[in-house]
């Protein structure tokens, strides 16, 4: 079978190369899957896509006639793949569930730190070789009433973590895990009582319907007055002008994003011009650290994505499927 990888950056080549779960000859494109692009994958089986990639109804239609049956993501989320029209295409769809949730989990801490701790003032300051520690007072994560937003993998990963920082913790997910719960001595509560009482908010939620724009001005407006809000989930969790406004206010005190709402046309790549004035004024803003959806990005993580990819690819081979299929 021939698989065509698109949106494939310089660091993951190993991993394309290192197949050794089936019969599979591997191709890739820096190109992200378009509709204008979909055109790349005639003649391959399989298609293996990021969550930059558009695989809209169109897109899907246009993979279908091309002769593609399988559409394989390397990434949990699957917010950009139209499953309907992939169920009504007759394509298979299967995501990279649990890859590796403490590199996440990990990543989120670090941007609270940078945030807790003042580390981007003190970056600068240490630029101007100037060493002065009167703004630099900070804040610890430890023994503070943490939120968290989404108890799936990676909201486990991460309370595990927050356990060694003896924090109180709050949690909102629809599923409640009351089992795990108990273990880690934390509490599930409603999402506005969990937003009105914590300091440091981490989310970690799904990307869909009932979650875009969960965090707006209304859910903002809850926090306490000097909060931290870390996110390493999707960037449409939340509203990004909202998000502005209440850093503007003082309301809140730092922005830890690792993603953001618009972010298919700038992320994974070198930008000349960013015409996006919201995410401009996020990157210079002195209450924000804006990273480039790297908080997967470990070798650890990378290997588990590629081989669980790997291993979907060889089930459809054998017309089967496995959990990680959606469709």
């Known amino acids: 079978m021939r ?7 310089s660091f993951e080549l190993p991993y394309v190369a290192s197949c050794k779960y089936g019969p599979f000859e591997c191709y890739h494109t820096a190109k992200k899957l378009t509709l204008k ?7 391959y089986d399989i298609v293996s896509i990021f969550s930059k990639d558009d695989a809209n109804s169109k897109v899907l239609e246009k ?71 009167d703004n630099l007072v900070g804040n610890l994560l430890s023994k503070n009433k943490i939120g ?47 937003l009105s009482s914590s300091k440091v908010i981490f989310i970690n ?17 809850m926090l306490p007055e000097g909060a931290f809000i870390i996110n390493t989930g999707r960037g449409g969790l939340i509203h990004s002008k909202d998000l502005l406004e209440v850093l503007e206010s003082g309301r809140i005190a730092y922005a830890g994003l690792d993603v953001y709402e ?23 803003h ?15 993580a990378l290997k588990r994505i590629f081989q669980i990819g790997f291993e979907n690819m060889r089930a459809f081979s054998l017309n089967r499927t496995n959990s990680c299929f959606l469709v």
């Open 205 to 221: 939620l799904p990307l869909n319907e009932s979650t875009k724009y969960i965090m707006n001005n209304e859910s903002l407006s």
């Open 286 to 300: 002195p209450k924000v650290s804006i990273t480039g959806h790297q908080a997967y990005l470990t070798h650890e």
């Open 63 to 133: 993979l279908s006639n091309l002769g593609v049956r399988m559409i394989s993501l390397r990434s949990t989320g699957y917010n950009n793949v139209d499953l309907k029209s992939a169920r009504d295409l007759g394509l298979k769809v299967s995501h990279v569930p649990n890859y590796s949730p403490e590199s996440i989990a990990e990543y989120a801490i670090l941007l609270a730190l940078v945030g807790l701790r003042r580390y981007n003032q003190t970056r600068k300051q240490i630029d101007r070789y100037d060493f002065n520690l």
């Open 37 to 43: 692009t979909a055109s790349l994958a005639k003649g």
């Open 148 to 194: 968290v937003l989404g108890v799936g993998q990676i909201g486990k990963a991460l309370i595990r973590l927050l356990r060694g920082f003896q924090n109180e913790i709050l949690a909102f997910d629809k599923q409640e895990d009351l089992a795990f719960a108990n273990e880690y001595s934390f509490m599930y509560a409603s999402l506005n009582h969990v």
């Open 3 to 9: 698989v065509l990888f698109y949106s494939c950056r």
């Open 262 to 284: 618009r972010e298919s046309p700038y992320y994974f790549q070198s930008n000349d011009n960013i015409d996006d004035e919201v995410l401009k004024t996020l990157i210079h």
